[in-house]
């Protein structure tokens, strides 16, 4: 994940570097439940609208809390399926609340209504998400649920009348890319807090739409659009905040956009990119499924690392006898091909290892998401030589709405 605002916050205004954590244990993504009242078209639980057995019962689920905070876990992001079918999750967030949790709620936003928004104020929510595919037809047809949409927006008013810190998160296809732009404009008019960029990542359902995944020259145009959009908001002082995630590419490409117009501090970039180190599953980021699995991410289901109704969480996360942990934790990642020789290596460390897996069968094999060339990357054999400082083609961004 890749927080744009204070980079660009850094590069227009000369602001310190954000500081980089070393937490003694990851944010924890916990899908509480697999329950959901939708059954969208790239779920990467694969999610549905019926009870699954053998989910953490509330006692569980507080042990594991307990566990988690012992060890070190600074936040916990409670999602599903869809987190508010399951009936103690107030109750959950309350205890997380008086643990020192920070806490965040993952939601589809069709079930917040004003009792649930009492209730998230109530139990001490910091955070609440809702995706977002598209505007009307276009979410709903994602969601496969005529009037999602307008539901979940709603839910998103709701939250946010209410003081509640919200923000939208939208996963970028081929499908769905015409709509960025709207999308964009619908954040800054209804005063959202965060909007979270997703390129699609090939797990659940979601891997059955890879081929549907946007094309490099879409990921691109749609970056750079994000870029000019965080900026307007530095410029104008207003705190919102602009993420990225599931391709980390990202911060590559923000350094080449940063060398062409912010070229006094494109190098003070790069350090502090460096310093951030890109992807994180396996190390700063964890999940916990709704039957107690852990796993690196939320998108590595099919790998299980232990269940913690058997063993304690952190002597989970820190065993590296399974050879994926052990290269996820690895500095550098045994990565290869085009991943392996990119000069760039140290800023995105290696991409997400699911989509190589996933189209390979090798964990370490190189992201078919990156969307930068040989050339860029200084893959050796490309065009030119490996260059220090990449160009990227530049793609005039779309007019953003709230300019000043």
């Known amino acids: 994940m890749l927080r744009l605002t204070p980079y660009l916050a850094m590069l227009e205004h000369g602001t310190p570097a954000p500081r980089v954590r070393a937490p ?12 959901c009242n939708l059954t969208c078209a790239h779920c990467y639980t694969t999610s549905a609208d019926k009870d699954f057995s053998g989910e953490l019962s509330t006692d569980e689920v507080m042990r594991v809390m307990d566990s988690l905070r012992t060890a070190g876990v600074p936040a ?7 987190p508010l079918m399951r009936a103690d999750i107030f109750e959950i967030g309350a205890r997380a609340k008086t643990l020192g ?12 209504d004003p009792a649930s928004v009492a209730s998230m104020q109530a139990s001490g929510f910091d955070y609440v998400g809702v995706s977002l595919d598209g505007i009307g037809a276009t979410h709903d047809r994602f969601r496969r649920q005529e009037g999602s949409y307008a539901r979940a927006l709603n839910g998103i008013r709701l939250a946010r009348d209410a003081g509640l810190k919200v923000g939208v998160r939208f996963t970028l296809t081929e499908d769905n890319a015409a709509d960025l732009p709207a999308l964009l404009d619908l954040i800054d008019t209804e005063c959202i807090d965060k909007f979270y960029f997703s390129h699609l990542n090939f797990a659940g359902r979601g891997n059955k739409h890879k081929d549907h995944a946007a094309r490099h020259a879409q990921a691109r145009h749609a970056m750079l659009l994000l870029f000019e959009r965080a900026r307007i908001d530095v410029r104008a002082g207003r705190e919102r905040d602009w993420v990225t995630g599931n391709n980390d590419a990202d911060a590559v490409f923000l350094l080449a956009w940063a060398r062409q117009h912010y070229p ?4 003070a970039l ?3 990119l460096q310093a951030w180190g890109g992807n994180a599953s396996g190390v700063n980021i964890a999940n916990i499924d709704n039957l107690g699995n852990v796993h ?4 590595w289901w099919k790998i299980t690392l232990g269940n913690v109704r058997e063993r304690e969480f952190i002597d989970i ?7 994926l942990m052990a290269g996820l934790k690895a500095r550098p990642r045994p990565v290869h091909g085009r991943c392996g020789a990119c000069a760039y290596l140290a800023l995105c460390n290696g991409n997400t290892r699911v989509r190589a897996w996933e189209t390979t069968g090798d964990w370490w094999a190189s992201d078919p998401a990156c969307y930068l060339s040989d050339e ?10 490996a260059a220090r400082h990449p160009h990227f083609p530049i793609y005039a961004a779309e007019a953003s709405c709230g300019a000043s």
């Open 270 to 272: 790069q350090a502090a």
């Open 76 to 82: 916990l992001i409670l999602s599903g399926g869809e």
């Open 376 to 385: 860029e990357i200084g893959v050796s054999g490309a065009a030119q030589p």
């Open 264 to 267: 006094r501090r494109a190098d």
């Open 317 to 323: 996360w820190r065993d590296t006898s399974h050879p």
């Open 24 to 35: 003694a244990a990851p944010v924890v993504i916990w899908n509480l439940i697999r329950r």
């Open 296 to 299: 690196p991410d939320t998108m």
């Open 101 to 112: 949790f920070y806490l965040g709620l993952s939601s589809n936003g069709t079930l917040i």
